[in-house]
């Protein structure tokens, strides 16, 4: 499996592999022929590679005594990027490093999975990344983003949807869900969004006034 592969144009998500749970190669499959860019954390490198996959930066804190060096042949011309500050995890600087780059959006898979601080911590952290860098979390079970105070996009009928907020949100209107919202607040915590479904085929809109509203499309 290979990341070499026609680019459309600049505008292409690069590719961030974390080190969750691993998903399936259908889904690896389809990420990678269309990302331009791929960037592997430290702690997932051998996984990564063990699956055929091309590697173009390799980015961490490389600590436990780790030598990035020893991929430099295989996956040449790999581009191994230093981070060492602990404020921030891994993920974190790896959408820093492609902001700098001048990237505008990203897909990011096995960052879910395994431990549970670390799922909760890399979904709730891209809502600081809002009008930066678009970013998209995907596994075998759903895909996760931040919405726009007004989303629009065309469902089938019962796709389900699940309205996340990260902390409050409020004035939250929406059209074509089974269950409607209707000028609400959402509140982690306390009461979410989770289990809807789009009522019938045709457009779901999504609308709120304040806060960080994030959206599942789920598959069982």
């Not at 690069?14 to 080190?19: D, P, S």
């Not at 022929?33 to 430290?42: G, M, N, R």
């Not at 990035?68 to 602990?86: C, M, R, V």
Request: charged share 25%; hydrophobic share 40%; proline share 5%.
């Amino acid at each position: 499996m290979s990341s070499h592969h026609i680019v459309r144009d600049d505008q292409e998500p690069a590719l961030i592999i974390a080190n969750g749970a691993a998903c399936s190669k259908e889904l690896l499959g389809q990420l990678l022929e269309w990302s331009p860019f791929v960037v592997v954390l430290d702690s997932a490198i051998d996984r990564v590679l063990n699956l055929g996959i091309k590697v173009d930066v390799l980015l961490g804190d490389f600590d436990r005594d780790f030598n990035p060096d020893i991929y430099k042949e295989s996956q040449f011309p790999l581009e191994i990027i230093h981070t060492p500050n602990q404020d921030k995890t891994d993920l974190e600087k790896a959408f820093d490093f492609l902001i700098e780059r001048g990237h505008q959006a990203v897909n990011v898979i096995w960052a879910t999975g395994r431990r549970a601080d670390h799922t909760i911590t890399n979904i709730t952290n891209i809502v600081r990344y809002r009008n930066i860098l678009k970013i998209v979390i995907l596994d075998d079970h759903s895909k996760i983003f931040l919405l726009p105070e007004k989303f629009q996009k065309w469902y089938p009928k019962n796709t389900p949807l699940s309205l996340i907020p990260i902390g409050k949100v409020s004035g939250i209107h929406s059209q074509n869900l089974f269950y409607p919202l209707q000028n609400d607040e959402l509140t982690i915590g306390y009461r979410t969004g989770s289990s809807n479904h789009v009522f019938e085929d045709g457009l779901v809109v999504i609308e709120h006034s304040e806060g960080d509203l994030l959206l599942m499309e789920c598959w069982d």
